[in-house]
Every structure is written in structure tokens, then in C-alpha cells.
């Protein structure tokens, strides 16, 4: 469960598993591994990733603060569940925000592409 903590810490922060691999001189792969729950946390590891997160420890241990909308050991307070919603939210826009800037740069690239084009043929 740990590492669904930290991957959504990770997106929260806007971190890529990349950037995170490279931080602590492991590979991609790594960094997935320990999101998906197939490689244990060191107590190392973790103060490491705490760091880099900028995070508590606590926060990425936690099973109770399990971050997508799982049921958990621990019975939340709805305060809690609702903040966890609104966290799993942002990150759902932050991706959809990205991809909206990525198209931009599209479209003004073709854009400009067709305003040279207007302008040769004159």
C-alpha cells in the first residue's frame, strides 16, 4: 500500500518517475516497482523519498491515508476521504491541463505554419 502513497505524491508534486529515479540513482523501473508494492521500503528508502517528495515519512507509510478511492484498513473521517477526493482531482486535472497545453502548442505551430503560407503566397 505504501507505494500508492507515494505515487500519488509523486503526481501531486508533478514529479515524474524519471525525475524520482534519478533523485535517488535508481532506475524508472525501480521507481515502479515500488509504486506497485513489489519492492519493500527500507526505512532508508523511505527518508529518502520523503525528502525528495517533501513529505512526511508518516505520510508515505500510512496504509490509512491511501489516496484512490480503495477501501482502507483504517476507517477514514469523511473530512479525510473528501480531502483524498479533491487530491485524486487535481491530479486527474493536472494531466488533463497538460494535455490541453500540449495542443496549444499544436495549433499555434500550425497556426503559424498557414499564416507563412498566406504571407509567401502574396
Do not use: W
Amino acid at each position: 500500500m505504501q507505494g500508492i502513497n507515494i505515487k500519488h505524491i509523486r503526481e501531486f508534486k508533478g514529479y515524474s518517475q524519471k525525475y524520482v529515479a534519478k533523485k535517488l540513482g535508481k532506475s524508472q523501473a525501480a521507481i515502479s516497482k515500488i509504486e506497485n508494492g513489489q519492492t519493500s521500503l527500507t526505512d532508508k528508502l523511505i527518508e529518502q523519498l520523503s525528502k525528495i517528495l517533501e513529505t512526511e515519512k508518516e505520510r508515505l507509510c500510512d496504509e490509512s491515508l491511501v489516496m484512490n478511492g480503495k477501501k482502507t484498513k483504517k476507517k477514514l473521517p469523511s473530512s479525510n476521504n473528501k480531502m483524498y477526493a479533491l487530491l485524486d482531482q487535481l491530479i486527474e486535472n493536472k494531466k488533463l491541463l497538460h494535455e490541453v497545453e500540449v495542443n496549444q502548442k499544436k495549433l499555434h505551430r500550425k497556426i503559424s505554419k498557414l499564416v507563412a503560407v498566406l504571407i509567401d503566397k502574396k
